[in-house]
Structure formats: structure tokens, C-alpha cells
């Protein structure tokens, strides 16, 4: 979590509660409406908690989907170089016999 997350989320409970309290005092504050202000602020508290792990969440699957396609690129890499030398290996040895039969087809 950085930093401005967790300011982003304080800001929003005090804007609450600001809220909250500014528009109930225009109904003739009272004690009892106390209760109306801590849930409104634990319900905007709690709804910043839950975008912050929707948010760390997200971050873990986007670093999983790296590391997978980290390990996928390398694995498609050594697939590849072994296909290579293979093949390499194929057309040597096409060479060589090619080679041996234009020396047995001119003798």
C-alpha cells in the first residue's frame, strides 16, 4: 500500500464526517444523531479498506501474470534454441550425405 492510498482513504472518512455532521445540522442537531455520523464514517472507512484489497489483489494476479509470462517467454525461448540446433544438426547431416553421393554419382 502507498501512502497516498491511505491518505486517499482518511480523506474520504473525514469528508464523512464533515458531510454527515453539516447536513444533519441542518435538521436541528442532536446527541443522538452521533450515531448517524460514526456509521456514516465507518461505512466510508470500510468502503476504503475494500477498494484497497480489491486494489492489492489486483496487483498480485498483474505480478503472477508477469512471472508467468516471464517463465512462458524463457520456456518458448529454449524451445526455440533447441529446435534450432536440431534442425542445424538435420541439414548437416543432409549436406554430408548429400556431398557423399555427388562424390559417388561423378566416380
Not at 14 to 41: C, D, H, Q
Not at 67 to 82: D, H
Amino acid at each position: 500500500m502507498e501512502i497516498r492510498e491511505i491518505i486517499f482513504s482518511v480523506v474520504m472518512v473525514v469528508s464523512s464526517f464533515v458531510l454527515t455532521y453539516e447536513w444533519l445540522g441542518r435538521f436541528k442537531y442532536s446527541p443522538a444523531n452521533a450515531l448517524i455520523i460514526l456509521s456514516a464514517m465507518v461505512m466510508v472507512g470500510a468502503l476504503a479498506g475494500m477498494i484497497l484489497l480489491v486494489d492489492m489483489r489486483l496487483r498480485k494476479i498483474d505480478h503472477m501474470l508477469e512471472a508467468k509470462e516471464r517463465s512462458l517467454r524463457i520456456n518458448i525461448q529454449s524451445v526455440e534454441n533447441n529446435l534450432d540446433s536440431r534442425v542445424n544438426e538435420v541439414l548437416l547431416r543432409m549436406d554430408e550425405i548429400q556431398s557423399s553421393m555427388d562424390r559417388t554419382r561423378y566416380r
